[in-house]
């Protein structure tokens, strides 16, 4: 059973680019999650999916970012017009809803550094 | 609005003491879980444990325990004869059950940076 997987794992970006992020979740799990880590915090809530339904959006996720799980697999997030601001360790999570869908297990994460 | 406090940021011990990390959380929902995860240097987030809001009763899992008490909104995590393979950054978790039984988003707290000397 393979963990979460996330694509790049790193990525520098000059201000104002647009980037975007994979996460493949645990196949069967159908609900995916999108959060956020700056240095020094706890990850922060960013949206999340059930199968392609995007169920919930953060105030964080402003109108630069978009997430999108089209076939309720993989997930991408993109950010346009990436600021310094943005900087951060991307962190994705999935879990099964069910009797035992309470745990969200989390991928390796994606650095990105806007400079 | 839920919160998780780790007032502990950063916890020091020498190689078999035994190590408690504090966890206080908020939150006005009568069914929540709790959670504790560890992010070693790595970076990967490591499931540790969940705790329903309904079940009180202490785990343990080898060097592992956790003291779960509602009365003080706290969900406090032990580690007995530390290692240095302990070193790490452990987060305290909330967050609400819905519909499916399946949690929504994860409130973390700030983490408590632990390191563990030979």
């Known amino acids: 059973d393979t963990g979460v997987s996330q694509d790049p794992r790193h990525k520098i970006t000059k201000r104002g680019q647009n980037v975007t992020f994979r996460c493949d979740p645990i196949?069967?799990?159908?609900?995916l999650y999108w959060y956020r880590q700056t240095l020094g915090q706890g990850p922060e809530f960013l949206t999340y999916?059930?199968?392609?339904?995007?169920?919930?959006k953060s105030r964080l996720l402003s109108d630069r970012f978009s997430a999108e799980r089209p076939k309720g697999s993989f997930s991408t997030l993109e950010i346009q017009r990436t600021e310094q601001g943005d900087s951060a360790m991307y962190l994705c999570a999935s879990s099964l809803v069910g009797s035992d869908g309470y745990e969200q297990y989390f991928g390796p994460g994606t650095r990105l550094t806007v400079t | 609005a839920q919160k998780v406090t780790q007032a502990q940021t950063e916890i020091s011990v020498v190689e078999k003491e035994d190590v408690t990390l504090d966890c206080v959380y908020e939150?006005?929902?009568?069914?929540?879980?709790l959670f504790w995860y560890k992010q070693p240097p790595s970076g990967e987030l490591v499931f540790l444990i969940r705790r329903n809001s309904f079940d009180e009763q202490n785990e343990i899992s080898g060097r592992y325990s956790w003291n779960f008490q509602k009365s003080t909104s706290s969900f406090n995590f032990t580690i007995t004869a530390s290692q240095v393979v302990d070193s790490a950054v452990y987060f305290c978790?909330?967050?609400?059950?819905?519909?499916?039984?399946?949690?929504?988003?994860?409130?973390f707290g700030t983490g408590t940076l632990l390191a563990v000397q030979p």
């Open positions: 196949s069967e799990h159908n609900r």
């Open positions: 939150t006005r929902d009568t069914t929540y879980y």
């Open positions: 978790a909330l967050s609400e059950v819905n519909y499916g039984g399946a949690t929504n988003k994860l409130i």
């Open positions: 999916f059930q199968n392609e339904a995007q169920l919930e």
